[in-house]
């Protein structure tokens, strides 16, 4: 590790306090692990959307000139857990979920100001046709002028994460917001009894019970089954451009000193980012709750939660011009696809062979489908912090965990380490800090364990408060899921912010509510 990645990691440690305490002052309610999106009919989904422009927020109080996609009239959002709509203009995009094998038509409107001139959508991966009344051949797609429209139709061939973005000015379209996702969910997913799926908590907001066709063999059939699952499209921004768009489009002859330009000449070049976005959001803004109210434009959050042992679809594409490496704290993610082509043996084509990566590095334009989670092993030491003689027991399935008893408030603990202590007072390796110097709130509850009296057993010369979380009364673990390229994890130039959120790891017994 360079001197510069221990700096920056021995500051996060310092500092985690602090994010997590700014992170609570803002998460008001649960995320939602089922993707949220729009859906048509099963067999021929009909999306109509709209390019239109509007003002979006970041933490620092700047408010971004943009263009996004929308939905043309209100569109609920699915599943139907989820409390949301489609407004008419949002970044990302609305992410289209559809089925394996169906026609898809997406009706594009260019609402964007004249001199902003033609917009358009590539869907890369698909065969597409297009048609339209007045629709102008770009130089990759068919385009929409100002005020007119234009239609994409395509079979949705192969299950997986793709994303969508503009095919007209690209460089200035896709970093003015004009991008999003689809999800397209297998024709015939494996049978949620044949996954080796997590008794205690998954599968009641997913949007399918795996994310690939049972088609991989008897040895595979697991591989593609998950309990939860996210999506994460990284961005960037350079308020520069976003400035001279606006100051273009909008400018008034009357109000000018110099003639207004009848199309848009925005200088692209120097590019410097100086905000770095997880679904639209930086951090902290990004953890609060999806369709919360002071984001209208940016819908979508990133907060991610899980119990010990969910088996966690991410889903993870690269939206800017950059190369992001997402650095998820906890655990290596496996890959099992790269834009909707699954990574399989070249000698036995049943089975599974993507990496597993210390960091999901996206190139733009770039989906890849993985899995993630966090069990606790190799720790070292008893996360529920059992003693010899408490009763507590922990046998072993053929794996090294405890699964034999769903309802028990260790499920899914990692036997090896079942009685060994953390603290050094009770013979193990560490002195932990007095839990008051550490943050506690709605979702971390500053405690070094999970279970029903975690606070309780919290080492420190005071006690902890009781753990009052209207969600979580025991609270969890917090780990940080950020962007390994330094700079990505500020917000104009001011740390911590930008492509940084929080994940969550909560006690096994707990019911992560994902309808608020």
């Not at 009239?73 to 409390?83: G, K, N």
């Not at 027991?393 to 499920?411: F, I, K, L, Q």
Request: aromatic share 8%; charged share 10%.
């Amino acid at each position: 590790m360079s001197h510069l990645s221990k700096q920056f990691h021995n500051s996060v440690t310092r500092l985690l306090p602090a994010i997590v305490a700014a992170a609570i002052l803002l998460m008001t309610a649960a995320a939602q692990a089922a993707v949220p999106g729009i859906a048509g009919a099963l067999g021929a989904p009909v999306f109509n959307l709209t390019a239109s422009e509007a003002y979006t927020t970041q933490p620092d109080g700047q408010m971004i000139y943009s263009w996004g996609y929308g939905c043309a009239a209100a569109t609920s959002t699915v599943p139907l857990a989820i409390t949301g709509s489609c407004s008419g203009m949002q970044i990302p995009g609305p992410t289209l979920i559809v089925t394996e094998g169906d026609t898809v038509t997406v009706n594009l409107t260019n609402n964007l100001l004249e001199r902003v001139g033609n917009t358009s959508i590539l869907f890369p991966g698909f065969q597409v046709t297009t048609t339209g009344a007045d629709v102008m051949q770009g130089l990759l797609t068919s385009e929409a002028k100002p005020g007119e429209s234009v239609t994409y139709t395509f079979v949705a061939t192969t299950p997986g994460t793709r994303a969508y973005y503009s095919g007209t000015q690209s460089d200035l379209q896709i970093e003015m917001g004009l991008y999003g996702a689809i999800v397209v969910l297998p024709k015939t997913p494996i049978a949620a009894t044949a996954c080796v799926r997590n008794q205690n908590g998954g599968g009641d907001y997913t949007l399918s019970s795996s994310a690939y066709d049972a088609t991989l063999g008897a040895n595979a059939l697991p591989n593609s089954c998950y309990d939860r699952e996210y999506m994460f499209q990284l961005a960037e921004v350079d308020p520069r451009i976003h400035a001279q768009a606006d100051q273009q489009a909008h400018c008034s002859s009357a109000n000018s000193l110099t003639p207004c330009p009848a199309t848009l000449n925005v200088a692209i070049e120097p590019y410097r980012a100086r905000y770095f976005l997880i679904n639209g959001r930086s951090m902290p803004d990004d953890m609060d709750a999806n369709f919360a109210p002071p984001y209208p434009h940016q819908p979508y959050n990133g907060n991610p939660h899980m119990h010990p042992g969910d088996q966690v679809l991410l889903r993870v594409i690269g939206q800017g011009r950059a190369q992001h490496p997402l650095h998820e704290h906890g655990n290596h993610v496996r890959i099992l696809a790269r834009d909707g082509n699954m990574l399989v043996s070249q000698t036995d084509q049943t089975k599974l062979a993507g990496p597993q990566l210390f960091t999901t590095t996206t190139s733009p334009g770039v989906a890849m489908d993985g899995i993630f989670y966090w069990s606790g092993r190799g720790l070292n030491w008893d996360v529920y912090d059992h003693t010899p003689g408490d009763g507590t027991v922990c046998v072993p399935d053929a794996n090294g965990y405890y699964t034999s008893v769903p309802t028990a408030t260790n499920y899914y603990e990692w036997c090896a380490d079942h009685d060994k202590p953390l603290e050094t007072s009770a013979g193990g390796p560490a002195t932990l800090p007095d839990p008051l110097v550490l943050t506690n709130g709605l979702w971390y509850g500053g405690s070094a364990y999970l279970g029903p009296d975690a606070t309780a057993k919290s080492e420190g010369p005071t006690p902890l408060p009781p753990a009052s979380s209207p969600q979580n009364p025991n609270a969890g673990f917090a780990f940080m899921w950020h962007s390994h390229n330094e700079r990505e994890i500020t917000t104009n130039d001011i740390f911590p912010g930008g492509m940084m959120m929080m994940m969550i790891v909560d006690a096994p017994y707990v019911h992560i509510d994902e309808t608020f």
